[in-house]
């Protein structure tokens, strides 16, 4: 999902019919394994935190069926290897759909073990269409400036404001990019990968996703099992529903970690001042929503906008304190000034990725069928707000330009897979953006996988972010394919979470600092 999230019933217009699916493009020709990858030229890009930082780009055919035809680009980083023992590239996703890995490739290679990281070549790389790859889409630069209408359509006029809006996007990005969006979807980005192996010169490569990077990288292991040599999947995406039931299902685990969020603020009652019960901590915060509603803050943070900002401490409870100042502070005579500060760092981050969001709706739009017909989501989405009102209709309009997409619909690709190595799995059982059946439905779908879950755990993205438990377990799997031994449950091994944040005035780094610069780069969405 995003990273970050009853109705009149003549409201809006019913688009009539869907178009119709086509075959996904797992048996399409392999220009991968006839494209000339011409061999990368590294240059240095080093930052402050990552001194050993290259860069360099790679062409890929536009479309992968016909690798002589248009060619685009692909932006790469590297942390090259510096042990005499060579273990291959580990290409590291963030997710996404539309995430930068840039920058995660320095992330990973300093918070892995240094005898371990000093094995591999840890590769990052733009999507196509994504960050600093070439074309970049931009469909409509600003499209979640502030101040939105209110994501729940209690009259027609605000469902038909937010239906234009989500019918303009998406009418945008056809007029821009009418060559690129039928090439712009996960499987055209898994053949994207075997470019990168073979311009790399390596037989097989090892591979880390996070989020939709997990999909990404089950994708790919099903159209190249060969190539695969290790496997690791964090925070896992369910494959069986790509992807509007994924998002409805998104919409309760959300609910459920926003109110652990409240409940939380109830327990530190001593710092917040605003009371001991859960259930009025919740009614105070959506007695901020209404009032933001009429009035937002700073003619800037309203009712979408508040949603936006408390989205990522859905992702992240290193989050946590400094939402809970906001929110004491508006709650406490109205001091807007933290909640527009809060804004800023988390909710304008998160909106203004006009690159990314237009990236993660041509791939999620493309991958599979969307209902055409707004009726059907408007009878979903008001069944699911009953129970789950935090998030639901934001994350209704965040997906509804693919309602009006204008390319047809692919078939999702069934990753069930017997041709692999062990793949290790990581998951916490709470996590709202990818919830934990997901990662149980890949743990069966991929033939002698290992899954490890956080028990209790409720962030999103969980490797390299300060659990040792968790992190043992992966550094063994890279050092020499170690995954635990099965067991007779879901799970094959389990951690323990790490503690709630404790709350803080500080303005230093939340909950941990790895976990914190984790969470910065793969920001909010699936």
């Not at 038909?160 to 690129?180: H, I, M, Q, T, V």
């Not at 190249?224 to 685990?253: G, I, K």
Request: hydrophobic share 40%.
């Amino acid at each position: 999902m995003r990273r970050r999230a009853a109705v009149l019933c003549g409201a809006a217009a019913v688009l009539a019919g869907s178009l119709t699916a086509v075959p996904a493009e797992a048996g399409a020709p392999r220009a991968a394994e006839t494209f000339d990858a011409a061999e990368p030229v590294w240059r240095k890009c080093a930052t402050e935190h990552h001194p050993t930082l290259q860069c360099a780009s790679v062409e890929v055919p536009l479309d992968h069926a016909d690798p002589g035809g248009r060619r685009i680009t692909l932006a790469l980083s590297r942390v090259p290897h510096t042990a005499e023992k060579y273990q291959g590239p580990l290409l590291v996703n963030p997710g996404g759909p539309g995430g930068s890995g840039l920058t995660l490739a320095g992330f990973v290679a300093a918070s892995l073990p240094a005898e371990v990281a000093a094995q591999y070549d840890v590769i990052g790389f733009d999507p196509r269409g994504a960050g600093s790859s070439r074309p970049a889409l931009d469909c409509a630069p600003d499209h979640f400036g502030p101040v939105r209408p209110d994501p729940v359509p209690t009259t027609p006029e605000v469902e038909r404001a937010n239906l234009e809006r989500a019918r303009s996007f998406a009418e945008d990005c056809g007029r821009k990019y009418p060559d690129l969006l039928p090439h712009i979807t996960t499987t055209e980005a898994a053949r994207d990968l075997d470019v990168i192996r073979r311009a790399l010169g390596a037989e097989r490569i090892n591979y880390l996703g996070y989020s939709y990077g997990t999909y990404l990288g089950a994708v790919y292991a099903k159209l190249f099992p060969e190539r695969v040599r290790r496997l690791v999947l964090d925070s896992v995406v369910d494959p069986t529903e790509v992807w509007y039931d994924a998002n409805l299902h998104q919409d309760r685990a959300f609910n459920d970690r926003h109110r652990a969020f409240l409940a939380w603020v109830a327990r530190h009652d001593a710092r917040y001042r605003l009371g001991t019960d859960p259930e009025k901590v919740e009614a105070e915060w959506y007695a901020m929503r209404a009032a933001l509603k009429e009035e937002p803050a700073g003619g800037t943070v309203g009712a979408a906008e508040l949603e936006d900002t408390y989205v990522p401490g859905g992702y992240y409870n290193g989050y946590w304190p400094y939402l809970a100042e906001a929110f004491a502070a508006y709650a406490d005579g109205r001091n807007a000034e933290p909640l527009i500060e809060a804004y800023e760092d988390f909710g304008a981050v998160d909106a203004s990725g006009d690159n990314g969001y237009s990236i993660y709706t041509a791939v999620e739009c493309r991958d599979a069928s969307w209902p055409r017909d707004w009726r059907q989501w408007r009878k979903d989405h008001w069944e699911v707000y009953e129970r789950a009102p935090f998030l639901t209709w934001n994350n209704a309009w965040y997906n509804a330009p693919c309602a009006f997409w204008p390319t047809g619909s692919l078939r999702p690709v069934r990753v069930v897979n017997d041709a692999l190595p062990p793949a290790l799995l990581f998951q916490a059982t709470h996590d709202a953006a990818t919830p934990y059946r997901g990662a149980v439905a890949v743990h069966h779908l991929l033939a002698g996988s290992r899954l490890v879950v956080e028990q209790g755990g409720g962030n999103h993205g969980i490797t390299l972010s300060g659990n040792d438990c968790l992190d043992e377990h992966l550094a063994a799997y890279l050092k020499d394919g170690s995954v635990p031994r099965e067991g007779r449950g879901e799970a094959d091994a389990v951690c323990a979470a790490l503690p709630d944040p404790r709350p803080t005035t500080s303005r230093a780094a939340p909950a941990t600092a790895r976990g914190a610069a984790l969470h910065g780069l793969l920001g909010f969405r699936r």
